[in-house]
């Protein structure tokens, strides 16, 4: 293990002699920018891996100090992508050192980068026919990883938003979203997860599918209809397609929803459910001793799908399969199977190993253990009640809500009443649930600070499970941090768990509120650096820069290179709707220009070799300068044009 950690360490530490180089760099370009207007000859391209190498004496310290102190210009073991909760964007940080690498704009919109005020985010978010922004808030709970072979393949992270009922798909090689799909006839998108492998075909041994639980139900569909009577209303179990973003179909059910797995033989999904009772009012929420985990059958829904056995709601024309009770009284054909669990649980996460589904009690202070073999066995017919598949059902504490995996047989529950985490073990579990009144699962308790929702662990959705590190996602900080007004600091708090006891090694501050994340072993992201401009069929070059007129359509196409942009004066006429597209023709790495509009509320940046457009309309006269509201050359102020409007 610690030749494995020194040799990453090793790898990481940039080696000193290059920073010179790497300066020595910047400083030509510099030269090479000033005052000369864009020669796009000059043109180089610098992106050409450059990957920092050895500095001995600092590996050997973080190796001292157990690996989890990462000293400047040491790079992190892990991605940690995490939500954001009703933010609306997604994380990134890296782990162990808890650091800040990226916020991803999603749902949001972002000033910095300019997600919802260029042409193109606003065309992935959604817009009015008046190309105003068709929403502006969001709530990201879940984030979860593409699959392939049971482990994650770097390709797509998905998250959801709760409000509006959207998931979304961000590409692992830019770290940027490319796609938004809204779930029809759905309300309280919550849990969601992508399948590791396709349930029928062998071959398809990666995630095609992403399932969204659907957590309130509402009038199907919701036009007016049965508004005093919430008996009628319903939920749905959403399957998207993971390459198309299309809705491929629905799944009614009995109850509602909350969160999602998948197994890793793609022939399940699963989702808690805590209102099995359809209850309107918590009273009625809570008046069930047992909920559910309910199970779908995937490739019995696409079956009946194929045969043409759906329904379609309102003007929505995804196929809607009947997974309730009433609809499926035989398990031999049943698409799902209600498995009953503690009362209002919360989490349902899948073991590594593969065999088991573990729901958190939430309002019961035990853990319930599904064998998914079970499962099987009563879409046979094989089993007697759907009950039978609960193999162990560990008193863990009080108020458990996600639990997450070793790899060694170990789980670790989050308990948020008792601000703490249990680690327990599977086995003695099921041992204790067979009768064995020698066998005690529970393991350790660990105070967390203070009332945690969701736990994961490094790779700990995967098969490659590696059991070296669990993040605690902490709901309070109180007396954690500095106070900064009556809203405080959430905290995220890194446990080693690679020992047989947990430790405590760091806390870091989240800004509010993050809820999920998964932790990625770096090695499996493989960003790129520098765009490929072709990639952009609005791109500018030479040869199409500059200003064309249609009528008073006005197109203005500019180019960027440090330190200029490539036309010093933009006339326009008022009235007239212009659209800006501005391509960066620096090709080196890191090197973004930015590009405001005093008044006209415009401001976004251009990564190397992007391209984006603004669309606005030029309704006040006057000049107003462009500037580079990116720092990115000893020239970056001087970086500006003139934009001018004439009456
Ligand atoms: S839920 S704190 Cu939105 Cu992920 Cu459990
Ligand atoms: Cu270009 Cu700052
Ligand atoms: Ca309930």
């Known amino acids: 293990m610690d030749n494995v950690k020194k040799k ?206 659907h957590e309130f139900h509402i009038p199907l569909p919701n036009d007016g209809r049965d508004l005093e009577d919430p008996s009628k209303w319903g939920c749905l179990f959403s399957c998207v397609d993971a390459a198309t973003m299309e809705v491929r179909w629905q799944c009614r059910v009995d109850g509602n929803m909350d969160l999602v797995a998948t197994s890793y033989d793609g022939k399940l999904a699963a989702s808690n459910q805590y209102n099995t009772e359809n209850g309107a009012l918590l009273a009625d929420m809570m008046s069930a001793e047992r909920d559910a985990c309910v199970f779908f059958n995937v490739a019995r829904i696409e079956q009946l799908v194929k045969d043409g056995k759906f329904t379609t709601i309102g003007s929505s024309k995804v196929p809607v399969v009947d997974g309730r009770k009433a609809a499926n009284p035989d398990p031999k054909t049943s698409v799902t199977c209600y498995v009953p669990v503690g009362k209002n649980p919360h989490g349902v996460n899948a073991s590594p190993d593969g065999k088991y589904f573990v729901c958190s009690g939430k309002l019961s202070p035990t853990c319930t253990v599904i064998d998914l073999s079970l499962v099987h066995k009563w879409f046979d017919g094989g089993l007697k009640t759907e009950r039978d598949a609960v193999v162990a059902e560990p008193e863990v504490g009080l108020g458990p809500l996600h639990t997450c995996f070793d790899g060694r047989g170990n789980a670790y529950t989050s308990l948020f009443l008792d601000s703490q985490t249990t680690k327990w073990n599977v086995e003695k579990a099921i041992a204790q649930f067979k009768g064995d009144k020698t066998a005690n699962p529970i393991i350790q308790k660990m105070d967390v600070h203070y009332q945690p929702g969701h736990i994961y662990s490094s790779m700990g959705e995967t098969k490659e499970c590696d059991g070296k590190y669990l993040n605690s996602g902490n709901k309070f900080s109180k007396d954690r941090f500095l106070p900064v007004g009556p809203l405080h600091a959430e905290t995220e708090q890194l446990v080693d768990i690679s020992g047989d006891k947990m430790q405590l090694i760091a806390d870091h501050t989240a800004y509010s509120e993050p809820h999920d994340g998964i932790i990625v072993r770096r090695d499996v992201v493989k960003t790129r650096q520098i765009y490929n401009m072709d990639d952009f069929p609005n791109a500018v070059k030479p040869e199409n820069a500059g200003i064309e007129r249609k009528g008073n359509k006005v197109h203005v196409r500019l180019m960027s290179q440090a330190p200029n942009y490539s036309m010093p004066i933009i006339k326009v006429k008022k009235g007239d709707e212009v659209t800006l597209t501005l391509t960066n023709h620096d090709k080196v790495e890191d090197l973004t220009h930015g590009c405001a509009i005093p008044t006209y509320n415009i401001n976004f940046i251009v990564n190397p070799q992007e391209t984006h457009s603004v669309t606005f309309k030029a309704d006040r006269v006057g000049a107003y300068w462009i500037y580079c509201t990116h720092f990115c050359h000893a020239l970056h102020l001087e970086m500006r044009s003139r934009f001018l409007v004439e009456a």
Request: glycine share 14%.
């Open 8 to 213: 990453i360490v090793v790898e990481d530490a940039p080696k000193l002699g290059n920073r010179r180089n790497f300066l020595g760099r910047s400083a030509l370009l510099g030269l090479a920018g000033a005052g000369v207007s864009l020669g796009l000859s000059g043109c180089k391209d610098e992106s050409s891996g450059k990957k920092n190498a050895a500095a001995p004496a600092a590996a050997a310290k973080a190796v001292a100090s157990g690996g989890h102190e990462i000293a400047p210009g040491q790079l992190d073991e892990y991605y940690a992508f995490t939500s954001a909760g009703h933010g609306g964007e997604m994380r990134i940080l890296g782990l162990p050192s808890g650091r800040t690498l990226k916020r991803i704009p999603v749902f949001n919109t972002d000033c910095m980068v300019g997600w919802g005020i260029t042409n193109e985010s606003k065309a992935i978010i959604g817009t009015k026919p008046d190309g105003s922004l068709k929403y502006t808030t969001g709530d990201t709970h879940h984030v979860h990883g593409s699959y392939k072979d049971g482990t994650y393949d770097g390709r797509w992270l998905f998250v959801n938003d709760k409000i509006h009922s959207r998931l979304a798909r961000i590409r692992m090689d830019t770290m940027e979203c490319d796609k938004i799909t809204q779930l029809p006839n759905v309300m309280g998108f919550h849990g969601m997860f992508p399948d590791k492998r396709d349930p029928v075909d062998e071959k398809i041994n990666y995630t095609t599918r992403v399932f969204c639980g």
